[in-house]
Structure formats: structure tokens, C-alpha cells
């Protein structure tokens, strides 16, 4: 079966060229299904591998939009349908000047093996645009997000596909997503889009979820070896929504949270993050992170372009982007006396900083079972959707707890099953690829 995996590894590099984000993610993948396939030879039968490795769709189009000086700006516009077998496209749209194929392959074929691992019924798809809305004024977030739509609408819907946030989408560019798909629809459907207001449609608990899920995953690995985040020094990467509710999250099980980061640099802060102040600086004022040094004061102090991971820590939390932490800083964290990382981004850590954690004996939770809390707080957004239902912050939450208990007891018991306990990435990864590639066997080939 090794043969078998080199073989179609070997072609999907070929003829994905110059996608090394995507081939990373799939060759990550592939390492842990050698047992799985000798267990299950159906799958190499109905060529299983080659169909997962093949989007179902992939969309580029012209994004034109008018700056506030009237002049014309074009983007490139992303949305890659990867697999429907366990229900309707579902993931994020990331407006970044980093977008572009080989991101949003990346993450579409992450997005089907989180959603698998959910126990929703969702399949997995990824978009977005290389646009970068730093240093735009509103105006022209909005006129970009309604072209971006004018577009997009054609080949989303609550049955079909359905987008979300990411890095640089929050509540505000949702809002203007969905106000156009509706005035070009002329359909009120709140399902087609999640992250919306709670207002309109939104759920509660869907702004804090990749946060708190995450924090939630790493409390119950940590339970293993009977430890909790309580007097925990904890870092963490970034400052946008997922790293500040992770940080509330944390703090609020009994966790020192000391350190957060931007692109630009880190805070530390000895007293602990003050998250009011935080707040203020990068969700209200959208400053960048060295604004909160200078407000906070005392002993916070700023190190510009520098990774947050110099900081000393006994948990590590990555909620930035792809590729943040490498070999040395990893490294570094073990020596420094890491206990446990969990994975807020999506693949945050190089692989080679990946092999360094698990040989260390620290305890790694990646990504596509960490942050599934949030998009499966987005299924449970599109249930209250389709019920024209609202439910409370406690009984979301609790639905949020279990199933991110679920998802970690589930690949705990996978790498147990496979012969490898502990091993998060063997179990996400078993764990998510037979319910997805058992539902494509059953749906035929297609």
C-alpha cells in the first residue's frame, strides 16, 4: 500500500505544479493512511485517493471594483469545491494578498477532513481573493465584497456551497456578502453564508468557536496526563478573532496568558493580556499589536520582526496563518519546556516542526481537529438557519463542547486502535478520511 500512496502522491504533485501548500497538506495526509488502506482495499479499488485529491470544482474569476479615488482595481477571485460526499460545500473565504490556487487547495482539502471530523453533515470547500484589505477604507471593502459576490452567488447556495469567514472576512465583510446575495436574489437565505450577525441570522458562540475550540481540544489532551490549563503559561500567535478567543478562553480555565502577536511583531506581557485593552487596539481601532504595548504600559514590551515563539511557554496556541512555526522555533519551545500545542491556524507548523514536537513527546493536536470548532458552530448556525430557530449562548456552547470532546476522543481512539496512542495527527487524519471515503464508495463513482 506504500507503493500505492507514492504513486498517486507522485501524481498529484505532477499535475498540481508549483502548489506547495497543497502538496504539503496532501503528503501530510498520506503518511498516515498506509494502515487504513491495508485494513480497507475497496478504497484503493475505487480509486479513492486520486477522487479526494481532485476538487470536484474549481472557480477563478475577475473581481473589479472602484477605489475611493475612482480608480479601477482588479483581484482574482478563488473558490475551490473539493468533496460534497458528506453534505454541501462548507469553509471560509480569506481576503489576503497571499491567496492564491495553491492556498485555497490547501485549505479545501484541510476543510474536508475538519468537517468530516465534526460528525456534521458538511463537505469541504475553501475561497477567497488575493485583495488585501488592510489600509482600505470601508467603502472600498464594501464595493470590493459586493463584486466579489456579484460573482460568487452564481455557484453558492444553503444546498450547495456554503462560505464563511477567514483571514481578513469578519462580521463586517459577511454582512456585505450576504446583503448583496440577497439583493441579487432577491431570496432572504440565511443559509447560504454563516458568520452573520446574531441579528440577522447569525449564531451565538460562532465568533468565539475556533477560539474556545481550540482551547477546549488542548484542555481534554492535557487531561490525559493530568494536567489542565490552570497556572499554565500559555503564547499565542496573532491577534485577530480566533487568538483573542482562544487567550479569553485559556485565562478563563486558569491559564497565563503572556503573549500575542501580528505580522509586523510581538507583545509579551508578564501581568498577563489585558483582553479589554487588546480588544480596543484590533477589533474596534484595527491598530497593529504594538499599539497595545504602548497603551498598556508596566511591563508590556513590543519586539518588532520577531515570531512570538522566542516567548518561553508551557502551551502554544498557533492562530495565525499557514507555516508560522519552523524546526527552530519549535525547538526552541521544547527547550523552553513546552508541554502541549494545539493548533488554532490551519497548518501553522512546518513539518519538520511537526516531527521535532512528537519526537519530543509534546503533545500536538493539528489543526483539522484543534480549530473544527468553528466551522461546526457554522453547521450549527445553518441548523438554527434552517429551523428559523435562535438558540441561547450556554446551550450553543455546550453543543460546542461536546463536539469538540467528541472530536478529540475520536482520534484518540483511532491512534490507540492503529497502534500509535497519543498520535493526533493518525487519528484526525484516519478518523476523517474513512467517513469521507466511505460515503464516496457508497455514492458511486462521481
Same mark, same amino acid.
Given at each position: ?288 499589536? &504594538? *499599539?497595545? $504595548?504602548?497603551?498598556? !504600559?508596566?511591563?508590556?514590551? @513590543? +519586539?518588532?520582526? /520577531? ?104 482520534? &484518540? *481512539?483511532? $491512534?490507540?486502535?492503529? !497502534?500509535?496512542?497519543?498520535? @493526533? +495527527?493518525?487519528? /484526525? ?18
Amino acid at each position: 500500500m506504500q507503493v500505492q500512496l507514492e504513486r498517486v502522491l507522485e501524481q498529484v504533485l505532477a499535475r498540481n505544479p508549483g502548489e506547495r501548500e497543497f502538496h504539503q497538506a496532501v503528503t501530510e495526509v498520506f503518511e498516515s493512511l498506509g494502515p487504513v488502506l491495508e485494513r480497507n482495499p475497496q478504497y484503493v479499488d475505487a480509486a479513492v485517493l486520486e477522487r479526494l485529491c481532485e476538487p470536484e470544482r474549481q472557480i477563478i474569476f475577475r473581481v473589479p471594483w472602484v477605489d475611493d479615488h475612482g480608480q479601477v482595481r482588479i483581484n482574482r477571485g478563488f473558490r475551490v469545491e473539493f468533496n460534497s460526499a458528506l453534505g454541501p460545500y462548507k469553509g471560509g473565504l480569506r481576503f489576503h494578498p497571499s491567496v492564491y490556487l495553491g492556498i485555497v487547495k490547501f485549505l479545501g482539502f484541510e476543510q474536508v477532513f475538519k468537517n468530516s471530523l465534526t460528525g456534521m453533515p458538511i463537505g469541504g470547500g475553501k475561497g477567497g481573493s488575493d485583495f488585501d484589505p488592510r489600509g482600505r477604507s470601508a467603502g472600498e471593502v464594501m464595493r470590493f465584497c459586493q463584486s466579489f459576490m456579484t460573482e460568487l452567488y452564481r455557484h453558492i447556495g444553503e444546498y450547495t456551497d456554503v462560505p464563511a469567514g477567514d483571514i481578513g472576512v469578519g462580521g463586517r465583510e459577511i454582512g456585505w456578502l450576504f446583503g448583496q446575495y440577497k439583493r441579487i436574489t432577491n431570496r432572504y437565505e440565511s443559509g447560504v453564508i454563516t458568520g452573520k450577525g446574531v441579528t440577522w441570522g447569525g449564531s451565538l458562540v460562532r465568533t468565539e468557536a475556533t477560539g474556545y475550540g481550540t482551547v477546549l481540544f488542548a484542555e481534554r489532551m492535557l487531561a490525559t496526563r493530568g494536567l489542565s490549563f490552570d497556572g499554565m503559561r500559555v503564547a499565542v500567535s496573532g491577534s485577530g478573532n480566533v487568538a483573542i478567543h482562544a487567550i479569553e478562553k485559556a485565562q478563563a480555565l486558569g491559564g497565563h496568558v503572556v503573549a500575542c502577536s501580528d505580522s509586523l511583531g510581538y507583545v509579551v506581557d508578564e501581568a498577563g493580556i489585558d483582553l479589554e485593552v487588546l480588544r480596543q487596539v484590533r477589533e474596534v481601532e484595527r491598530l497593529p499589536v &504594538a *499599539e497595545y $504595548a504602548t497603551r498598556r !504600559g508596566g511591563g508590556a514590551h @513590543y +519586539v518588532p520582526s /520577531a515570531r512570538v515563539w522566542q516567548v518561553d511557554a508551557q502551551v502554544a496556541l498557533p492562530c495565525a496563518t499557514q507555516n508560522e512555526l519552523d524546526e527552530t522555533d519549535a525547538k526552541r519551545l521544547v527547550e523552553s519546556g513546552l508541554l502541549a500545542l494545539a493548533e488554532g491556524a490551519n497548518m501553522p507548523l512546518t513539518p519538520e516542526a511537526v516531527a521535532l514536537l512528537q519526537s519530543a513527546g509534546v503533545l500536538y493536536a493539528p489543526g483539522k481537529a484543534a480549530n473544527a470548532g468553528g466551522v461546526a458552530t457554522s453547521a450549527l448556525e445553518m441548523q438554527q438557519n434552517a429551523s428559523r430557530d435562535a438558540w441561547s449562548f450556554e446551550h450553543t456552547e455546550e453543543r460546542l463542547a461536546g463536539i469538540m470532546a467528541r472530536i478529540h476522543d475520536n482520534c &484518540a *481512539e483511532t $491512534a490507540e486502535e492503529y !497502534g500509535d496512542p497519543g498520535n @493526533y +495527527v493518525l487519528g /484526525a487524519n484516519i478518523t476523517g478520511f474513512t467517513k469521507v471515503a466511505d460515503a464516496m464508495l457508497a455514492l458511486g463513482v462521481v
